[in-house]
């Protein structure tokens, strides 16, 4: 099993909602993050979990929240979200973090979020 | 400078032609590079690691040239399917990537 998978591949939520974003691995993979990419532009990250650890926090703000659970699950919480926060919600994995030998990223196919 | 800097193209190329992107960098300290690619509203797909030697795979060729910092990516004979947005990335001394903008390729038949 080569995939990262995610849940739901589309949202559209209220601006008072609670809602959360699933993602799944069995790669067997340490290292998990979230990205977050706008149209036209490429991802930005938001969150890394290494072994399970939250190990960056891009300074992104508190209606998000990442959870993990256990080496294959990342979810993120979203909670009281902006219009300006629609867009592609990437989930990524790797073998290790900080592993400077890096063998790629391999990316869920994503959560298309709109915030109304 | 960014650090990383792509042509946003896009490059409308003539199927079977060959075609080459550069991306340049400003971190000398960076480790690993790659190739990945982005299908319209899809997520991005590792294409390929770079290597100094260089390294081919099919009809791809990457390349790193670390004195003038950059890596190149060159594509023979080119497919309607090839056609997609071309990421260059790299590991900073953070071991975080850092993406580039992208380069947008359109393969007409």
């Known amino acids: 099993d080569t995939e990262v998978t995610q849940t739901p591949k589309h949202l559209v939520m209220g601006m008072t909602n609670k809602k959360s974003l699933k993602c799944e691995q069995h790669?067997?993979?340490?290292?998990m993050y979230w990205y977050k990419q706008k149209a036209k532009k490429p991802p930005e990250l938001m969150f890394v979990?290494?072994?399970?650890?939250?190990?960056i926090n891009e300074s992104v703000p508190s209606r998000f929240s990442p959870e993990c659970p256990n080496s294959s699950l990342l979810n993120l919480h979203l909670h009281a979200l902006q219009p300006e926060d629609s867009a592609l919600y990437l989930c990524?994995?790797?073998?290790?973090?900080?592993?400077?030998?890096?063998?790629?990223?391999?990316f869920g196919s994503g959560t298309r979020l709109t915030v109304v | 400078r960014k650090e990383v800097e792509q042509d946003p193209g896009p490059f409308n190329v003539p199927e079977g032609a060959t075609v080459a992107f550069n991306c340049t960098y400003s971190?000398?300290?960076?480790?690993?590079f790659f190739w990945y690619r982005q299908d319209c509203r899809k997520e991005p797909k590792l294409l390929m690691s770079?290597?100094?030697?260089?390294n081919e795979d099919g009809r791809f060729t990457a390349q790193l040239n670390r004195a003038s910092q950059y890596i190149s990516l060159l594509i023979r004979d080119s497919k309607l399917s090839d056609s997609a947005t071309y990421l260059c990335?790299?590991?900073?001394?953070?071991?975080?990537?850092?993406w580039g903008a992208g380069t947008k390729l359109i393969i007409k038949p």
């Open positions: 990335v790299f590991l900073d001394s953070n071991y975080q990537l850092i």
């Open positions: 790669m067997g993979h340490r290292a």
């Open positions: 971190n000398s300290a960076s480790q690993s």
């Open positions: 990524a994995s790797s073998q290790v973090f900080r592993d400077r030998l890096n063998y790629g990223y391999t």
């Open positions: 979990y290494s072994y399970e650890k939250l190990s």
């Open positions: 770079v290597y100094s030697s260089g």
